[in-house]
């Protein structure tokens, strides 16, 4: 059993930063890949990024790449969210999950989410 729980949402200007974390309770956490997804009032929930559980490969949705990074500290049991040069359109309930390892830092079925935190981007 793994549990997640998310802290760092909060509300932000457009072109402004937030990281995000979330941490981890349990002994097989680097069993897992980790992952962030994010759900926008009356849409679907959807991918943001993954990261491989050795924390060397990681993936990312097209929506944010070159703007967010992933990271994980398998030591302290986290994974981190670092968003940069944030637009309205990025304005969303974030998930952490904990899911099935693929390749290149892609994951499978989803195991286990966290409660969510709130962002909000202003313009």
């Known amino acids: 059993q793994v549990q997640l729980v998310e802290s760092g949402g909060g509300l932000v200007q457009a072109g402004g930063s937030l990281r995000l974390s979330c941490a981890a309770s349990g002994r097989t956490f680097n069993n897992y890949a980790m992952g962030w997804f994010r759900q926008a009032p009356g849409k679907e929930r959807e991918f943001v990024a993954s990261?491989?559980?050795?924390?060397?490969?990681?993936y990312y949705a097209d929506s944010v790449k070159g703007r967010f990074t992933i990271s994980r500290d398998n030591a302290k049991n986290t994974v981190g969210l670092q968003m940069n040069s944030l637009k309205p359109e990025d304005t969303a309930v974030y998930y952490c999950?904990?899911?099935?390892?693929?390749?290149?830092?892609?994951?499978?079925?989803?195991?286990?989410w966290g409660q969510g935190t709130q962002v909000t981007v202003s313009s």
């Open positions: 999950a904990a899911g099935v390892a693929q390749a290149m830092g892609v994951m499978g079925a989803i195991d286990y």
């Open positions: 990261i491989s559980r050795s924390g060397i490969f990681t």
